[in-house]
């Protein structure tokens, strides 16, 4: 990817120096892109004892963090959260991309997001190594490496060795009095951002235990819905949301970040976006996921209906291939790939006519459409009005219902 390493010095890139009195390390700095959890607690202490200088950099897109309790030399943090929802979450939205039809791709979103921001700080301040802490047995490490290989990614076969599985590591944060969120008590692996929250590992690696009252942190547990519901309006232009009302109060959001998080606020109320899933990965293992993603669940469902009033029937049709080649690509981490890229670009021509507002019923874990109406609008009113016969005469569907027969007609015979 292009880099730019002058995005990485602005105001909202923060530099913490804490007081940290080690010597720099003759082995070089390492960039280590930090999330807070107990696999990224322990890779950096055991870096720091192997006598590398650490730089953490964390990108916040809106997860639930302590951003400095970091013992490091130099800690960065950028708020990306608009560039992730304008540069990431709104292509996942105009390519209604599901990965095997269920899951809204939250992690796999944020990761060249990330990582492309981790690069531009290696440049930025002469990083001579970047780290991840994802497991070896996930997606994760591909979606980091993959956009990373340029800079000759290692692994460090004395590290995975020494730290293996859940409970070692545990073990090994609590001797040298890392803090971690990681319990026996609840041992799950938790990452977050603006467009979703997931669980994995531990209690969810068994597809028969149902998932913790715990898990239910940026939905609402169903049970506990409210009765009533919520009533939006939700304007799109080139098949981005730029509009969200609510019709009862009217509350209006325009920007990108405000409306998505204001989204986020309605739909977890209402219990919306909460999946359970087996998942196949892409290293070819099947995994068990708890997947909650509020607002992007609401949006698929409008800008579904959006798409299917304003565009061209054999236009959607060759989009819904690229979607599911997009949702692919993403999710095993090819983000700027060449294929991606092309995809990316069909996609984005295609939404040039999906404009229009769409009203939604958002109540109990549901998206209901109460309707639509669009200055592009594809739909016809008068033809298909059953109680007039207009200019169509049911003689003219003849031909059709012949040419569509004949392959009944042989097999018949």
């Not at 055991?46 to 897109?61: F, P, R």
């Not at 993959?146 to 599985?165: D, H, S, T």
């Not at 940026?218 to 509009?243: R, S």
Request: proline share 6%.
């Amino acid at each position: 990817p292009a880099l730019s390493p002058a995005t990485a010095t602005d105001s909202r890139c923060q530099e913490l120096v804490p007081p940290i009195s080690d010597a720099m390390s003759s082995k070089g700095s390492v960039v280590l892109a930090c999330s807070g959890s107990l696999d990224t607690s322990c890779i950096l202490l055991w870096l720091k004892e192997q006598g590398y200088d650490i730089i953490a950099y964390l990108v916040n897109i809106s997860q639930k963090e302590d951003f400095e309790e970091f013992g490091t030399k130099k800690v960065f943090i950028e708020d990306v959260s608009r560039e992730f929802v304008e540069e990431f979450i709104w292509l996942a939205i105009q390519s209604s991309s599901l990965y095997e039809d269920c899951y809204l791709l939250g992690t796999s979103l944020a990761r060249p997001c990330i990582t492309c921001k981790q690069m531009e700080i290696t440049q930025w301040k002469g990083g001579k190594y970047v780290s991840h802490s994802t497991t070896g047995k996930g997606n994760n490490q591909v979606r980091f490496e993959l956009i990373c290989y340029f800079a000759a990614p290692w692994r460090m076969p004395e590290f995975y060795n020494r730290v293996k599985g859940y409970n070692n590591p545990m073990e090994y944060a609590k001797q040298h009095g890392i803090p971690i969120s990681v319990t026996p008590q609840s041992p799950w692996s938790m990452d977050e951002n603006l467009m979703h929250i997931s669980y994995q590992a531990g209690i969810p690696e068994n597809p028969k235990n149902q998932g913790p009252p715990g898990l239910y942190t940026k939905t609402q547990d169903p049970a506990k819905a409210p009765n009533t519901p919520d009533i939006l309006e939700i304007e799109f232009k080139k098949g981005v949301p730029v509009k969200v009302s609510n019709v009862k109060d009217g509350t209006t959001h325009q920007t990108s970040l405000e409306l998505f998080m204001y989204l986020n606020e309605v739909a977890g109320k209402q219990g919306v976006g909460h999946i359970d899933i087996v998942e196949n990965c892409f290293i070819e293992m099947k995994s068990r996921g708890i997947h909650q993603a509020p607002a992007g669940t609401i949006l698929y469902h409008a800008h579904l209906d959006t798409k299917a009033f304003t565009m061209d029937w054999e236009v959607r049709k060759i989009k819904q291939g690229l979607g599911l080649k997009f949702a692919e690509l993403v999710y095993t981490g090819f983000w700027h790939s060449p294929e991606c890229e092309f995809v990316h670009h069909c996609i984005t021509q295609s939404q040039e006519q999906v404009e229009g507002k769409v009203q939604v019923s958002v109540l109990e874990v549901q998206v209901y459409i109460l309707g639509q109406e669009s200055p592009l609008s594809l739909y016809n009113e008068e033809p298909v009005v059953m109680n007039v016969q207009c200019d169509y005469e049911p003689v003219d569907a003849t031909g059709l219902k012949e040419y569509h027969h004949l392959q009944s007609k042989v097999t018949a015979r």
